[in-house]
């Protein structure tokens, strides 16, 4: 009687711990940082970043306010990434390292750039601004994965959509594009750093992510509100292909 006791007692608890292990919380940063992973495991993706400002800043010119960003990426091959701003648009092929960009006047390695931006009669050059940035490059799906780490707790929203808001230090390294502020009279300070963080996921896979960074940036004695979203989405995982044009492959040699 007793022997049969033990066993139902026995039964019962680890049925009890087989609830308890199924009612456990998910760990929903896992699971974004797995989507993530899965996205940058793919023999190539497509994307599209989308930017918006609202309130300061922008002055409400349009003029100046970012256009969208194409990219194609193969795993272990070529990059590209289209930007563009009002009527302007910047072409250009990354690989190991090195930067094409196309030119008025045809493809120029990104080492022909001397640094500046400045066009014909003081003008920025779009090519040399694209020169520029794509010199610390990040992958998209590689970003992604960051941002996970710059938020507090993500809460699962179900159907594969995970949300958050960012620490402040998160908010704050955003805001100053990876930088450090405050770290001498020069640079950039924040104040009220915030912000927050979505990620759409299907079938394990990230499809797109959303960032929202507020805040104030003081330089030079100057005062700016910053409201800035930037939207991700993916497309043609596992099937994009990069080509890259025979003149810009003799700049990425």
């Known amino acids: 009687m007793k022997r049969t006791a033990w066993i139902g007692i026995a039964g019962l608890a680890a049925w009890a711990a087989g609830l308890s292990a199924e009612a456990a919380p998910r760990d929903a940063k896992a699971d974004v940082k797995a989507a993530a992973k899965k996205l940058q495991d793919a023999s190539g993706y497509s994307w599209v ?37 009002g009527d302007t648009s910047s072409e250009a092929y990354l690989k190991a390292g090195k930067v094409a960009v196309k030119t008025a006047d045809g493809w120029k390695a990104g080492s022909e750039f001397q640094g500046g931006q400045a066009g014909g009669q003081g003008r920025r ?16 799906a590689v970003d992604a994965e960051g941002l996970v780490d710059k938020a507090g707790d993500l809460k699962d ?9 960012l620490t402040e230090e998160g908010a704050k390294a955003l805001l100053t594009f990876g930088g450090r502020p405050g770290g001498n009279n020069n640079a950039p300070q924040i104040s009220d750093p915030k912000g927050t963080v979505k990620f759409w996921i299907k079938e394990g896979t990230l499809i797109k992510y959303e960032v929202n960074t507020q805040g104030k940036i003081t330089f030079n004695n100057n005062d700016r509100e910053i409201n800035r979203t930037t939207t991700v989405e993916f497309k043609d995982v596992g099937s994009t292909k990069v080509e890259v044009p025979e003149d810009a492959k003799k700049k990425l040699e």
């Open 157 to 165: 929203e179900g159907e594969g959509v995970f949300s958050g808001a």
């Open 125 to 140: 050059d779009p090519a040399a601004g694209m020169a520029r940035r794509l010199q610390n490059f990040k992958a998209p």
């Open 49 to 85: 970043s989308t930017p918006k400002s609202e309130g300061g800043g922008g002055g409400g010119q349009n003029r100046f306010q970012p256009g969208p960003t194409e990219g194609k990426l193969e795993k272990d091959g070529a990059v590209w990434v289209k930007s563009t701003q």
